[in-house]
């Protein structure tokens, strides 16, 4: 049983085109985040959701725009491609937002590149 | 805000010597510290963590040290073997917008040579 899934696990596609990313958690856990790992291997926080609301937004373009259907689901939503969006995106969970010592589960990544 | 800084990038030792990766951070607020692990082609995965009012914590072969005068912390794991051969992140929390998020440092490549 795959705690954190997400799909797809690899995304090519061209410049100016519209995508998505799923992801979904199976560990009832309240709080669910996008990450982007750039080609250098930086790891940084993108959107921090909790049952459904938006907590943390970092400086990412209005380009990306996440979507909680529920709190089992995080979806990351790219309108316009850019050669500069080409990473691997992570979709974690943690059980609770604010505890101290809040445990990260990511999924395996989607790697995007943008031709 | 929070910035973490690790080092090296890159680091190669011989199957059954330490291996110790150290990371500084900013904001002395931050309160705990974690360590993932990420295997090619996998998501990071949590291997230990400190928090800021402990010294020191130790689970088998990996151990964490904190100085929170100094603001850093380290990462040593002891008997190395092939399979610890990943990238390591190290994370501090830090309180952003009203919510506690993790910052991570930039990542050490530890290779383990047979």
């Known amino acids: 049983d795959t705690a954190v899934s997400q799909t797809p696990k690899y995304l090519v596609t061209q410049m100016g085109n519209d995508k998505s990313i799923k992801c979904e958690q199976n560990?009832?856990?309240?709080?669910m985040y996008w990450y982007k790992q750039d080609s250098k291997k930086f790891l940084k926080i993108m959107f921090s959701y909790n049952n459904k609301e938006l907590i943390i937004n970092e400086t990412v373009p209005n380009r990306f725009s996440p979507k909680s259907p529920d709190k089992a689901h995080l979806n990351l939503h790219i309108n316009s491609l850019e050669l500069g969006d080409s990473a691997v995106y992570f979709c974690?969970?943690?059980?609770?937002?604010?505890?101290?010592?809040?445990?990260?589960?990511f999924g395996s990544g989607t790697q995007l590149s943008v031709l | 805000g929070e910035n973490v800084e690790q080092h090296p990038s890159t680091l190669s030792v011989q199957e059954g010597d330490s291996a110790v990766i150290k990371c500084t951070y900013s904001d002395s607020a931050s309160n705990y510290f974690p360590w993932y692990k990420q295997e090619l082609g996998k998501g990071p995965q949590l291997i230990i963590d400190i928090r800021s009012n402990v010294g020191e914590k130790k689970d088998q072969r990996i151990a964490v040290t904190l100085n929170k005068t100094a603001k850093h912390f380290s990462l040593h794991i002891t008997e190395t073997q092939p399979e610890d051969s990943a990238v390591y992140f190290c994370?501090?929390?830090?309180?952003?917008?009203?919510?506690?998020?993790?910052?991570f440092g930039q990542g050490t490549r530890l290779t383990i040579n047979p």
């Open positions: 994370a501090a929390k830090h309180n952003s917008q009203g919510a506690q998020k993790l910052v």
């Open positions: 560990l009832g856990h309240d709080t």
């Open positions: 974690a969970s943690s059980q609770v937002l604010r505890s101290l010592n809040e445990k990260l589960f």
